[in-house]
């Protein structure tokens, strides 16, 4: 009997201005259960307004039965939790193991400030991204990591119809600009020789991780790859075709940032030096690291941190104790900086295409 009077009630009553003031949007279901709500009270209303009318000023304890309206929506029980979104997001795009690690401290954080991501509003994202920047967490981060983390997650669960609005849409914490002290984020020549000399005198790699120095950084400055893609190389990604050899870097290796497969040729000078010879001696399986360490399965949530990226970490800690001690310089990526740096001296326009040489330490040393 209702059915036909809804819409009467909506627009005698005016509800739809009076959720839009609130900041209120309900799907059809709800908006049904509260046209139904809103009946009695309306008709209560115009009562009342026909007491005022004829003289009748009593006071009307009609209001004083309803619980006071804070500004956000009480639900009985099936909350959504922030951490609820986390997990179902990390289900349904399978993201890598890296961006879990990263965002996973982002929601722990968002679970134990809010009980519902439903009810966060943008004033709340805001004082919380505010009050996330400290002595040891500069804006940046908070910006690049954090903030970063909540919106693409809420976005998902808009996109998802999971969520009405994107709390963290437009929020920004105010950055103050850094001096630049650096001109360039690559390597100097000298500092180019200096850790590919090193390398070098490893000679023939007496243990994985020897195995690692002596060819991960040779492997960079020659492709542009970045240091991550290069440290879960394995044997079988090391292809020859036709007479080029090539390293295959495949999401099927480890977590690309492309998530897409591509060849890059080896240069000749590697080959020289014993690469291939180094590549056979490990059979098909990583090159740089025991696969037996990546056995067994880890919480999806909290994903084992995979083989590879440890020892990237170490490389990083091997370029430094070399004399690379400047903060703003990264010890892995700058590689990338320095390969783009002598491809555009030379020209070439692109990544990762260029066969130019970098300068190598006096004396060859396979």
Excluded at 210 to 217: H, K, N, S, T
Aim: charge should be positive; aromatic fraction near 8%.
């Amino acid at each position: 009997m209702l059915e036909g009077i809804r819409p009467q009630i909506a627009d005698e009553a005016k509800t739809a201005q009076f959720l839009a003031s609130k900041d209120v949007v309900l799907n059809t279901e709800a908006q049904v259960l509260f046209l139904d709500c809103v009946l009695p009270e309306f008709i209560a209303a115009i009562l009342r307004l026909e007491q005022l009318a004829g003289g009748n000023y009593e006071a009307d304890e009609r209001p004083s039965q309803f619980p006071k309206y804070d500004g956000r929506t009480v639900r009985p029980g099936n909350s959504m939790t922030p951490w609820a979104l986390f997990d179902a997001w990390a289900k349904a795009t399978q993201p890598a193991a890296s961006t879990v690690n990263r965002w996973r401290s982002v929601f722990l954080d968002l679970d134990k400030r809010f009980s519902d991501a439903r009810d966060i509003t943008e004033a709340d994202a805001r004082e919380w991204a505010r009050k996330l920047v400290t002595p040891d967490r500069i804006p940046v981060t908070v910006n690049d990591v954090w903030v970063t983390a909540a919106r693409t997650i809420f976005g998902w669960a808009v996109g998802e119809r999971m969520l009405t609005q994107n709390p963290f849409e437009n929020v920004r914490v105010t950055e103050s600009k850094k001096a630049q002290l650096r001109e360039t984020k690559a390597f100097t020549l000298e500092k180019t020789a200096t850790i590919l000399r090193a390398a070098c005198a490893i000679g023939a790699p007496k243990t994985i991780f020897q195995g690692a120095i002596r060819w991960v950084p040779w492997l960079c400055a020659y492709s542009g790859a970045r240091v991550g893609e290069v440290t879960q190389l394995r044997g079988i990604d090391i292809q020859q075709r036709r007479q080029v050899h090539a390293m295959l870097f495949t999401p099927a290796a480890g977590p690309m940032k492309t998530r897409k497969p591509r060849a890059v040729p080896i240069h000749e000078h590697l080959i020289e030096q014993g690469f291939i010879e180094f590549v056979k001696t490990r059979g098909e399986g990583p090159l740089f690291y025991e696969p037996a360490d990546e056995d067994g399965q880890s919480d999806p949530l909290n994903p084992r941190r995979p083989r590879s990226v440890s020892v990237r970490s170490r490389l990083a800690e091997w370029v430094r104790k070399q004399g690379v001690t400047d903060k703003e310089l990264s010890p892995n990526h700058a590689w990338r900086h320095t390969f783009k740096q002598i491809a555009d001296r030379v020209g070439i326009s692109g990544v990762c295409r260029t066969t130019h040489r970098p300068q190598a330490p006096h004396g060859r040393s396979g």
